[in-house]
C-alpha cells in the first residue's frame, strides 16, 4: 500500500516571502501521480497542482511549483510571493496509476500561516 | 459546470438516528469517491465507485455504514444507526475516468455532522 507523509504539521512565512511544504511517499509502482491540494477554512478541497510520475519537468502553476524528485520519493511544494490568501492546510496527496486502485492516498496536512 | 453537491451541508443528529448523505458528482464523470475527515485521521478514503459499481469499499468503517450509486449523477451515504464517534466532515468527490486515472478529483463542499 502507497503512504504518503508530511513531516511539517505547521509551516509560517511571511507575506510575499517564499515557503517550501515538504512530501514524501512511499510506493512500489513506476507510474502514478502526486498533487496538492489546499484547504481553506471553508473546507473546500481545491486543487493546486499536479504532476505525472513519467514526467521529469516540475510542474508549475502560476506561485506555485513542485520539486519532484522521483529516486528519493520527493514532492515538495513551493509557494512565491506568499499572499494571505494562501493560508490553509496543504495536502499531499498520490493516486496509482492502475485501474482499480484509482483513490487519492492523502498525507496528514500541513498547516501555512502567512505573517502580514 | 456546477462542481459536486453535496447536501446537507451540516447535520446534527441523535446517536442512533439514521443519517443520509447525499452527492450529485459532476455531469460525465463516472468515478465517485466518499471520504471521511477528522483530526484523529485525517482524510480516509470510505468508499468509490466506477460507472455506479462499488470498487473498494474497505474503508467503511463497519456494517452501520453504507453506500449506493443508483445511477451516474447521485449517490448516497448511509449511516444506521449513527454514533458519536461517527462525527466528521464527509466528502464526496469525482473524476472524469475516461480522461485517464490521472485526472484530479473534485471535491464537494463536504457535510459536516455531528452526533450527540
Known amino acids: 500500500a502507497q503512504t504518503v507523509t508530511q513531516s511539517q504539521p505547521e509551516m509560517s512565512v511571511q507575506e510575499a516571502e517564499t515557503v517550501t511544504l515538504s512530501c514524501t511517499y512511499d510506493?512500489?509502482?513506476?507510474?502514478?501521480?502526486l498533487f496538492w491540494y489546499k484547504q481553506p477554512p471553508s473546507r473546500q478541497m481545491i486543487l493546486v497542482i499536479r504532476?505525472?510520475?513519467?514526467?521529469?519537468q516540475n510542474a508549475t502553476e502560476n506561485r506555485f511549483s513542485v520539486n519532484f524528485q522521483k529516486a528519493a520519493k520527493s514532492f515538495s511544494l513551493k509557494i512565491s510571493d506568499s499572499q494571505l490568501g494562501d493560508a490553509a492546510m496543504y495536502f499531499c496527496?498520490?493516486?496509482?496509476?492502475?485501474?482499480?486502485?484509482?483513490?487519492?492516498?492523502f498525507g496528514t496536512g500541513t498547516r501555512l500561516t502567512i505573517i502580514p | 459546470d456546477a462542481g459536486v453537491i453535496q447536501s446537507p451541508r451540516h447535520e446534527v443528529t441523535e446517536m442512533g438516528q439514521e443519517v443520509t448523505l447525499r452527492c450529485k458528482p459532476i455531469?460525465?464523470?463516472?468515478?465517485l469517491f466518499w471520504y471521511r475527515q477528522t483530526m484523529m485521521r485525517g482524510l480516509e478514503l470510505l468508499i468509490y465507485?466506477?460507472?455506479?459499481?462499488?470498487?473498494?469499499d474497505s474503508g467503511m468503517p463497519e456494517d452501520r455504514f453504507s453506500a449506493k450509486m443508483p445511477n451516474a449523477s447521485f449517490s448516497t451515504l448511509k449511516i444506521q444507526p449513527s454514533e458519536p464517534r461517527d462525527s466528521a466532515v464527509y466528502f464526496c468527490?469525482?473524476?472524469?475516468?475516461?480522461?485517464?486515472?490521472?485526472?484530479?478529483?473534485?471535491f464537494g463542499n463536504g457535510t459536516r455532522l455531528t452526533v450527540t
Open positions: 468527490a469525482s473524476s472524469p475516468k475516461d480522461r485517464g486515472i490521472g485526472s484530479p478529483l473534485h
Open positions: 510506493t512500489s509502482e513506476s507510474d502514478y501521480y
Open positions: 504532476q505525472e510520475a513519467y514526467k521529469q
Open positions: 496527496a498520490y493516486r496509482s496509476d492502475n485501474f482499480g486502485n484509482e483513490k487519492l492516498t
Open positions: 455531469s460525465g464523470h463516472n468515478s
Open positions: 465507485f466506477n460507472n455506479n459499481v462499488p470498487i473498494d
